[in-house]
């Protein structure tokens, strides 16, 4: 039987060229590669500054620190995301704040968020659930009057655009992955870009152990060409050159990519637009917009969902659903006393979840093909 997979990363033989080359050079790891990945993902954004590291976690937490955030200080974020949106705060002590989702959009209810700033609060983390950008003009506004940091979890949303400006200029950083079943993938990997100095200054120290040979930042002068010293309590979060030559390769073909994302979005749309009890992802409403369209989230009404899910699995189309509410994980119930029922749009939400498959790869029979059973598996 054929199996259909909910996503799937893309490797042609340039890319593995690439990955080749770098193999049977001088560097693998803390050279050349990593800086031209870095400018070549900061021209495609039209940012100035873009620090690389070995996963989106590894990114978020960075931004974190950049930002200052520490002990005792909190974040806003949505509960519809995966666990390491959160997570990267509660790395240095501080604790997340959840505010629930606009079920017209997926994303964090932009109309609540006041009402959950405390004098902890410190940053505001919009996630563009699937690919769908966030306004950030409306929490911008927000921010702005509250003295917030804004650190946008866009893991979903490379090439994804708003008011036609690319996703990563507005936020004060953005974070982007490169995980596999990402728009492009460097095996694992991620990357905040900003415009700040002192956050790129301090995102690159923050990924190498807190480390810098940086003349201009040494406390001690003319020591020695090998002298370095640790400022801050820092992690190995380095990337390598090898996954960075396979990101510079894949980074040629993102438009590509995103563009036939949207080509098979828009044939489920069609396919699903008017079916009783299904409802498709919503589009920005904003003009010059574009979707990234990371999954296709479809919610099922009036059908178990989880019968749905294993049906489909049986058929060889294989699903997902994106995701747990964080605030329902042990964890956080444990630490931070959440509770089934204090965010009601995303339990709903997460109750009626299917993603269904979406990448570059897939061919026009595989699309009609999954059409076909899921209406077969309703019935």
């Known amino acids: 039987m054929k199996k259909i997979p909910y996503g799937k990363h893309w490797i042609d033989e340039e890319d593995i060229n690439a990955v080749i080359k770098v193999l049977r050079g001088d560097w693998i790891t803390q050279g050349p590669a990593i800086d031209k990945f870095e400018n070549a993902i900061a021209n495609y954004v039209g940012i100035r500054y873009a620090v690389a590291f070995n996963s989106g976690t590894a990114a978020l937490h960075g931004a974190m620190f950049a930002a200052g955030l520490s002990k005792h200080d909190a974040l806003i974020t949505s509960p519809i995301s995966f666990v390491a949106t959160s997570n990267s705060l509660i790395y240095l ?12 959009t997926y994303c964090i209810d932009l109309g609540v968020i006041e009402s959950a700033i405390t004098e902890e609060t410190k940053t505001i983390v919009p996630v ?8 950030l003009k409306q929490l911008r506004e927000i921010a702005d009057d509250n003295n917030l940091i804004i650190i946008e979890d866009a893991a979903h949303a490379i090439g994804a655009k708003r008011y036609g400006k690319m996703v990563g200029l507005e936020a004060d950083m953005t974070m982007f992955s490169f995980h596999p079943v990402k728009h492009i993938t460097t095996g694992e990997g991620g ?6 100095l002192d956050y790129y200054e301090k995102l ?5 152990h807190g480390i810098t040979k940086d ?8 020591e020695g060409s090998w002298y370095y010293e640790m400022q801050y309590l820092g992690y190995n979060y380095r990337i390598t050159d090898i ?3 396979l990101g510079l390769s894949q980074l040629k073909k993102l438009d590509t990519f995103i563009t036939r994302r949207g080509e098979i979005a828009k044939k489920y749309d069609q396919a699903f637009r008017d079916i009783p009890n299904l409802k498709i992802p919503p589009h920005p409403p904003y003009p010059n917009s574009l979707h990234a369209y990371h999954i296709y989230p479809l919610l099922i009404y009036k059908h178990d969902r989880k019968m749905v899910f294993n049906k489909l699995k049986q058929e060889g189309i294989i699903c997902q659903v994106h ?4 605030h329902l994980h042990p964890f956080y119930k444990n630490k931070f006393g959440l509770k089934q029922g204090d965010f009601p749009f995303a339990e709903d939400f997460y109750n009626h979840e299917i993603t269904i498959p979406l990448y570059p790869l897939m061919t ?12 077969a598996v309703l019935k």
């Open 323 to 326: 995701y747990i509410p964080i």
């Open 93 to 104: 002590g501080g604790k997340p704040i959840f505010v629930d989702i606009d079920i017209d």
């Open 364 to 375: 026009d029979d595989e699309i009609e093909l999954v059409i076909e059973k899921i209406f």
């Open 191 to 196: 990357i905040i870009v900003t415009n700040n």
């Open 128 to 135: 563009d659930y699937a690919g769908y950008p966030v306004d």
């Open 204 to 208: 690159k120290i923050f990924r190498s």
């Open 215 to 222: 003349p201009k930042r040494l406390t001690i002068e003319n």
């Open 243 to 245: 996954q960075s030559a």
